[in-house]
């Protein structure tokens, strides 16, 4: 039988495309979006309403899935949102909602959807974090917190639920060519603040490697290789040479070279 994915986030970038290369490998595949009538006419699969900050609509999702197919084989947490700025700089109250999408929301899935797959001992968890969430990066910080919260969580979660027979892993993209960067909290550059000109160009470089970025497709084929493996590992990066090996560079040197090497690229120093 064909296993049914539930992935949140499921109306544009790349839960849209994990969502449409899963479509049409045969897999049941149901997507949600906070306004799924928006998406009725491009969606080759069905969108639910769901927002993760929204606790109801979690459970109503759940359970309209668990009516229709009886299970859920896997879920895919990849509703989040983007957020840039200094931190001095940047409104706490978007601070509080970035944290409450990308980490809080991703764990009230979660909590709601391993009941049921308990009582199957089996089911499977894909937590979609980043590889900046490997690394604290300059007027990404907020961003990289919230990412490496939900990959240190992951690790914690699936040590938990593993003797009821439930996976869970993480893959963290690094740049891709969707529509992140228009639906980041992007805080306003502040004329005459001391971080006016190297958040300008931070921001620049920022928006360039994404439109630059590689095919959301590429995430797709790692999730389908995931979903098909007996013993997922803990952790998946998709992305470009240099953006992987930033993580690997960051465990074996000194902090302050890896610093450097940050602020370097940055144009910081």
Do not use: C
Not at 61 to 87: C, F, M, R, Y
Not at 114 to 120: A, C, E, G, Q, Y
Not at 162 to 181: E, K, L, R, S
Not at 211 to 219: A, K, L, R, T, V
Request: glycine share 8%; net charge positive.
């Amino acid at each position: 039988m064909s296993k049914v994915v539930f992935i949140t986030g499921g109306s544009s970038g790349i839960g849209k495309a994990i969502g449409e290369y899963l479509h049409q490998k045969n897999y049941i595949v149901y997507g949600t979006s906070r306004n799924p009538e928006r998406y009725t006419s491009t969606s080759v699969f069905p969108l639910l309403a769901l927002d993760v900050n929204n606790t109801e609509t979690i459970s109503a999702a759940i359970q309209q899935v668990l009516s229709k197919e009886g299970h859920i084989d896997v879920l895919i947490n990849n509703a989040g949102i983007g957020i840039t700025g200094p931190i001095e700089e940047t409104p706490t109250d978007e601070i509080r909602k970035a944290y409450d999408t990308n980490v809080f929301g991703p764990l009230e899935v979660m909590k709601a959807v391993i009941p049921s797959m308990r009582k199957r001992k089996k089911g499977l968890i894909i937590n979609v974090t980043s590889i900046a969430g490997y690394m604290g990066l300059p007027y990404r910080g907020i961003y990289s917190a919230t990412k490496g919260s939900l990959g240190i969580i992951s690790e914690a979660y699936r040590m938990e639920v593993q003797p009821f027979g439930i996976q869970i892993t993480t893959v963290a993209p690094g740049d891709f060519a969707t529509n992140i960067a228009a639906g980041r909290y992007h805080s306003p550059v502040i004329k005459g603040s001391p971080y006016e000109a190297k958040y300008q160009e931070t921001l620049e470089m920022m928006n360039e490697h994404v439109d630059q970025g590689g095919d959301p497709s590429e995430i797709a084929k790692k999730v389908e290789k995931i979903i098909d493996s007996e013993s997922p590992k803990v952790h998946y990066r998709v992305g470009s040479f240099l953006q992987k090996i930033s993580v690997w560079l960051k465990r074996i040197l000194p902090s302050r070279t890896y610093e450097t090497m940050l602020m370097k690229h940055y144009k910081l120093k």
